[in-house]
């Protein structure tokens, strides 16, 4: 007879507890596991673990540079938060580079030996090296202020300013170039001056630096500048005049009126001549002489308005009158020239093409 299999006996509470509380405990991946190891055995870390050991043994980064200064680690210092001037060089360094005071010293003494500097002078020197930086530039301003009370003594102890000989001379030469002038408008009044006061401001010849801003000297200049002027207008209009009584030929007139000067007798200034003798004629030399050849100068322009062939054609037929006029018989000839480079630099200043 068969006997039925004993069941198994059931597992007691306490038993059946800790089954349940081993079953809920977590349970270590692959990865986490460590494998059992011996004494001194080299320890395997993994990536996660080796980043974080990574960060754990760098050194914490330098605090941004503010203003200039950057942070050093002191002798002897317990924060190391010192700072010094960041040059670009340790301090040791600079040290090394920087001329010491004694080679300083060596070379300004070379230097005031080249420039035979006074013994006291030198004592001077010697003193000013080993002052403070705040002294030093107290000094130097001291010096400045000086040289200006010199300067202001010297300004006041020299004499009144008068024109040289070579600056009339000039006044002279350019005032007759200016009054023969193609591109003149006017003989008279402010014109034909304020030519020659841009001649003088341009080319300057031996005029003081910054004349023309010093009103009491530079009104010298300007009343000799038209004195020179009235001076030439009546020597021209005197030959003008002689010129008629004798009959002389227009190039003959024109080179006793240009002569010790740069000019050249072209045909421009002869038909220049020619119109002032003209008008001379016409009025006999009278008090209003200079005002007609004005007058006449404005109704050429006036008519030929901005065409530089009808004015051309206005002087050609004036010149021709006048050769048929006077020494009629000579035979002579104008060169067909053009101004030289002289008469040219003041045309264009006349005609204000060449600014001042």
């Known amino acids: 007879m068969a006997t039925s299999p004993t069941p198994a006996p059931h597992p007691s509470p306490a038993t059946i507890t800790g089954v349940l509380q081993t079953s809920l405990q977590p349970i270590p991946s692959l990865q986490s596991r460590r494998p059992l190891q ?16 990574d960060a754990m043994m760098r050194s914490s980064p330098p605090p941004e540079p503010v203003l200039g200064k950057r942070t050093r680690q002191a002798d002897g210092s317990a924060d190391g938060n010192d700072t010094e001037p960041d040059d670009g060089l340790p301090s040791t360094m600079q040290s090394q580079l920087l001329p010491s005071i004694s080679n300083v010293a060596s070379a300004t003494a070379r230097y005031v030996s080249k420039k035979k500097l006074r013994p006291e002078q030198r004592d001077e020197v010697d003193v000013f090296l080993l002052d403070t930086a705040l002294g030093r530039q107290a000094k130097l301003f001291a010096c400045i202020l000086s040289l200006e009370n010199k300067v202001d003594t010297f300004r006041s102890a020299a004499p009144p300013y008068q024109l040289s000989d070579e600056l009339k001379t000039n006044i002279t030469n350019y005032g007759i170039a200016v009054l023969l002038s193609v591109n003149v408008s006017a003989y008279k009044g402010n014109i034909p001056r304020n030519h020659v006061l841009d001649i003088l401001k341009k080319y300057r010849f031996d005029l003081p630096t910054g004349i023309e801003h010093d009103y009491a000297n530079w009104e010298k200049i300007s009343t000799f500048v038209g004195y020179s002027l009235t001076q ?10 002689d010129s008629i009584k ?3 030929n227009i190039f003959s007139l024109a080179q006793v009126i240009v002569h010790s000067t740069p000019c050249r007798t072209t045909i421009q200034l002869c038909s220049r001549v020619a119109l002032m003798r003209q008008v001379h004629a016409e009025c006999n030399g009278g008090e209003k002489y200079w005002n007609l050849i004005d007058t006449r100068l404005e109704f050429i322009r006036t008519r030929a308005g901005s065409s530089a062939s009808k004015t051309a054609r206005a002087f050609n037929n004036i010149l021709k009158v006048d050769r048929a006029t006077y020494g009629a018989e000579e035979e002579y000839a104008i060169g067909d020239t053009i101004p030289d480079e002289w008469q040219q630099r003041v045309d264009d200043v006349v005609a204000g093409t060449d600014i001042v």
Not at 232 to 241: E, G, N, Y
Request: positive net charge.
């Open 232 to 241: 030439t207008r009546a020597r021209v209009k005197k030959l003008i005049k």
């Open 38 to 53: 011996r004494e001194g055995a080299f320890v395997f870390l993994s990536a996660a673990e080796q980043d974080m050991e």
């Open 246 to 248: 004798t009959n002389t």
